[in-house]
């Protein structure tokens, strides 16, 4: 269990309303990392934090953004949510060392319809 | 440009025989090579991963996986198969600090 937690678990809104989804880990690891999970594509990044107020572009990034102002917290903000957007979002960390090798760990994940 | 490659979307196999499920990445450097494992309505569990050394690689649930350089492969195997593995299975790669790419995953079915 590398403690990460993911809020809500399950989520339905409306096209075009702004959500945010939240996870939160308690081993105070640097990286953190959004992915999304949809049938036929595996995992795809969505956006990744190297440290607080430091982020950067996944693969599928558009129509989201991402915060991160203390090292337990990374937000994902869609800002106007559409159907594409439906999927299921895990976030991970990496126990990542400087020079070492590093694993990464996934949270519960958050179901997200937008209808 | 890192890439995976999971060619079996769909396997099943019996309860108590042998598994073996396939994963060829495209790496420039040396790869970190892991296996997950997603039971349905759940997160992604690591079974398995390669840094380095060793070639064969013990996991969790008796799970192993082999590292070939000369194949680019890094299957995941398991001499004998219990019902609750059935199962979707993610082979990923990538380096340190650094997202993974993942494979778009084999779904496992176990009959009696």
């Known amino acids: 269990d590398a403690g990460i937690t993911q809020s809500p678990r399950h989520k339905v809104t409306e096209t075009g309303t702004p959500v945010t989804l939240r996870c939160h880990q308690t081993e105070n690891h640097r990286y953190m990392y959004w992915y999304r999970q949809d049938p036929g594509h595996g995992l795809r990044l969505i956006h990744y934090?190297?440290?607080?107020?430091?982020?950067d572009k996944g693969e599928v990034s558009d129509g989201y953004s991402v915060s991160r102002s203390k090292t337990e917290d990374f937000l994902l903000t869609l800002e106007s949510a559409t159907s594409s957007q439906t999927s299921v979002y895990f976030c991970a960390i990496s126990d990542y060392r400087q020079g070492g090798a590093d694993t990464q760990y996934f949270g519960p994940g958050t179901r997200l319809t937008v209808l | 440009a890192q890439s995976v490659t999971q060619p079996d979307i769909h396997i099943t196999v019996s309860e108590g025989a042998s598994l073996e499920l396939r994963c060829n990445y495209s790496y420039g450097a040396t790869p970190y090579l892991f296996w997950y494992v997603q039971s349905p309505g759940q997160g992604l569990q690591l079974l398995l991963k390669y840094f380095s050394g060793d070639t064969l690689v013990q996991g969790i649930k008796g799970f192993e996986a082999e590292f070939k350089r000369s194949q680019s492969s890094f299957n995941l195997r398991k001499p004998s198969v219990h019902w609750s593995d059935a199962a979707e299975y993610f082979c990923?790669?990538?380096?340190?600090?650094?997202?993974?790419?993942f494979g778009k995953g084999t779904s496992l079915l176990v009959t009696p």
């Open positions: 934090s190297y440290g607080v107020k430091d982020t």
């Open positions: 990923a790669v990538g380096s340190s600090g650094y997202a993974l790419n």
